[in-house]
T-cell receptor
Framework: GDSVTQMEGPVTLSEEAFLTINCTYT??????LFWYVQYPGEGLQLLLK?????DKGSNKGFEATYRKETTSFHLEKGSVQVSDSAVYFC???????????FGTGTRLTIIP | DTEVTQTPKHLVMGMTNKKSLKCEQH?????MYWYKQKAKKPPELMFV???????INESVPSRFSPECPNSSLLNLHLHALQPEDSALYLC???????????????FGPGTRLTVT
């Protein structure tokens, strides 16, 4: 079946540090890949997406590249801010399958 | 507009109560979803409606009853819930997948449900 393996948290970084959250996947078909962010007490917000190999999704300074050869979609940001503190979920869906498969989530805390 | 709205924001109910959660989207999406999320866990899929018809039921207990009155609305009727059903209930919507691409889902803010 489909699965997403995500870097375990929690992750604590200082403001302006470089962020990487690892995400790898297995899929029964050709997946679209997503990063969602969940701020405390809120629902999930789509952060970025990529729908084919070598696509780079980007938003709010975050980037992730769809790497088919390594089945990875790692999330990166060059300089994190306190406001980036949240839980980040990597997810995939496969054409013809309406389900989103989520990773376990990574809790990120940025300290001033 | 990529907004999915959910009401109420918070709900406290006893085990003998009947209540409903509501979800609305005006993006023209034809797929709508209910998820349950426990603390520190990813969302778990409960139901999927596609073109107003139930297409996936993830073996959810019958005390949860979904309803899709039209393409913009999704309800979740609750009856005789248990304390372990306390969770954040999330609604989502998406364009229906086509031959070449699987589309992203847009989530609402959720209803925080407490069963006493």
């Amino acid at each position: 079946g489909d699965s997403v393996t995500q870097m375990e948290g929690p992750v604590t970084l200082s403001e302006e540090a470089f962020l990487t959250i690892n995400c790898t996947y297995t899929a029964t078909g050709y997946p679209s890949l997503f990063w969602y962010v969940q701020y405390p007490g809120e629902g999930l917000q789509l952060l970025l997406k990529a729908t084919k190999a070598d696509d780079k999704g980007s938003n709010k300074g975050f980037e992730a590249t769809y790497r088919k050869e390594t089945t990875s979609f790692h999330l990166e940001k060059g300089s994190v801010q306190v406001s980036d503190s949240a839980v980040y979920f990597c997810a995939l869906s496969v054409i013809g399958n309406e389900k989103l498969t989520f990773g376990t989530g990574t809790r990120l805390t940025i300290i001033p | 507009d990529t907004e999915v709205t959910q009401t109420p924001k918070h709900l406290v109910m006893g085990m003998t109560n009947k209540k409903s959660l509501k979800c609305e989207q005006h993006m023209g999406h034809r797929a709508m979803y209910w998820y349950k999320q426990k603390a520190k866990k990813p969302p778990e899929l409960m139901f999927v409606y596609s073109y107003e018809k139930l297409s996936i039921n993830e073996s959810v207990p019958s005390r949860f009853s979904p309803e899709c009155p039209n393409s913009s609305l999704l309800n979740l009727h609750l009856h005789a819930l248990q304390p372990e059903d306390s969770a954040l209930y999330l609604c989502a919507s998406s364009q229906d997948s086509d031959r070449d691409i699987s589309y992203e889902q847009y989530f609402g803010p959720g209803t925080r449900l407490t069963v006493t």
